[in-house]
C-alpha cells in the first residue's frame, strides 16, 4: 500500500509488530493473529490508509478462500486526528522563543512519525 498506492510525498507508515499463531512446525494454524500500527501525518492519509488496508486484507484472504477480519479496536484504541500546528500560533512562540532564548537556541526538528 505504501509503496504502490500512497503519494511518495505523503508520510505513511504502517508496521506489523507482532504476529501469533500455531506452535507445531510441522502443521499449518487454522488462524493467525497480527498487529501493528498505522501512521500518517493527516487525518485524511490515516483514513484512506485503514480503510485500504481493510480492503487489502479481507480481499487478499478471499482470493485464497479463507477469511480475514480487521478490527482496528477502537473503542480500546480510538485513532486520533493528525496534529496540526496553527500557523499563526507556531510564528508566536518561535519568536518568544528566540526573544528569551536567543535564536541560536531556537531551532525546527524534523517531523517524525513517532507516537
Known sequence: L????ADP???HVLSVT???GGTAFNIIPSHVEFGGTLRSLTTEGLQWLRRRFKEVVELEAA???CQAI???DEENHPPYPATINDDTLYHHVK???RILLGAQNVHQDQ???AG
Open 18 to 20: 507482532y504476529v501469533k
Open 63 to 65: 482470493l485464497h478462500k
Open 95 to 97: 519568536t518568544v522563543g
Open 70 to 72: 480487521v478490527d482496528f
Open 2 to 5: 505504501i509503496s504502490r498506492e
Open 111 to 113: 517531523t517524525v512519525m
Open 9 to 11: 510525498l505523503a508520510s
